[in-house]
């Protein structure tokens, strides 16, 4: 019993370590948005999209998708693009 209790802690401690989280976060003043994997820090960014993702290929995609993320360039009718992902 001891050594299933033991391998179930061994087991359970590096689970948040894998749990990573990225956001899609906007900069209010330059119009851009990044994914990056903390929650922002300054006050003119902002988390837009469904809060956390699981995995930065979801935040990418759904990034991709959002017109906040991908302002349509006067000139041309076409969005701009997003911008790049940031890790830590």
């Known amino acids: 019993?001891?050594?299933?209790?033991?391998?179930?802690?061994?087991?359970?401690?590096?689970?948040?370590?894998?749990?990573?989280?990225?956001?899609?976060?906007?900069?209010?003043?330059k119009q851009t948005c990044t994914v990056a994997q903390e929650q922002p820090k300054e006050e003119r960014q902002a988390i837009v999209?469904?809060?956390?993702?699981?995995?930065?290929?979801?935040?990418i995609s759904d990034m991709r998708k959002m017109l906040v993320c991908n302002p349509v360039d006067s000139t041309r009718d076409t969005p701009k693009g997003p911008t790049e992902l940031k890790t830590q």
């Open 1 to 29: 019993m001891r050594t299933l209790f033991a391998s179930l802690v061994v087991a359970l401690i590096p689970m948040p370590v894998l749990a990573a989280e990225f956001y899609i976060i906007q900069d209010t003043e």
């Open 49 to 59: 999209g469904d809060g956390a993702y699981n995995d930065a290929a979801s935040a």
